[in-house]
């Protein structure tokens, strides 16, 4: 299955550090809440212009966690932080990358 045709179909608290995710092609997958914390990638975390990521790993609290996951539309998850952060919106294919580790290094990097 392309990973673009992914689309969650259970997401789900499984501990107070990760949540898991059931994807329609049988998949299932942890994300730690601190990974998607950090790859947020709204105005406020990622720089417009340069693209370079305003949000440092020592700036998340080690009790992160979501207070809300949202659907928006039928292509990404809107996530509410304990943070008071909640403009990030995460595409499916986003949150694929980041529940296997495997964002685009230029990500990782900034």
Known sequence: MDKNNLVPTQ???SSNSE?????NNGEVTPVSFFNLRFHCR????VDEWTRE?????????TDIMPL???PVGRYAV???????H???????????QIALNK???EEKDK
């Open 42 to 45: 709204c105005a406020e975390c």
């Open 53 to 61: 990521r305003r949000l440092k790993a020592e700036q998340i609290r």
């Open 86 to 96: 909640k403009t990030g919106i995460y595409p499916y294919d986003l949150l694929y």
């Open 103 to 105: 964002v685009p290094s």
């Open 78 to 84: 809107q996530i509410e932080w304990n943070d008071k």
């Open 11 to 13: 997401i789900r608290k």
């Open 19 to 23: 949540m898991t995710i059931a994807w």
């Open 68 to 70: 809300r996951v949202e």
